[in-house]
């Protein structure tokens, strides 16, 4: 719970672009990466400040929400050990689907 109320903070405040910035960030680049990057930027008609700023921003929000680690309570825990725990259940479009090869090996 309080990692949502985390991103929902996180990410509102980088979509703001009035809000007041006083912290810094300092990155070195080869000249084909600061190519790259303000190319980017150009296309998508932001500064680089913006450009660099919300896709890092995007790919922190990304990183966080795909955390492996889930916290729930004792009795979601026990009902999803439940499920686990049932036979599989035969899907026959499923196995069709399995059966075919890949597009890459016809």
Not at 7 to 27: D, I, N, P, Q, Y
Not at 80 to 102: C, I, M, N, S, Y
């Amino acid at each position: 719970m309080a990692t949502s109320k985390v991103m929902a903070k996180a990410s509102s405040s980088h979509k703001r672009t009035s809000a007041v910035r006083s912290g810094r960030l300092g990155l070195r680049t080869t000249p084909v990466q600061a190519a790259l990057i303000q190319r980017a930027a150009e296309v998508s008609r932001r500064s680089i400040t913006e450009f660099v700023l919300s896709s890092v921003c995007e790919k922190a929000e990304q990183t966080l929400l795909d955390q492996r680690l889930f916290m729930v309570d004792e009795n979601t825990w026990m009902e999803f050990q439940d499920v686990l725990e049932r036979p599989a259940q035969v899907k026959t479009g499923l196995q069709a689907l399995v059966a075919e090869p890949a597009i890459w090996e016809k």
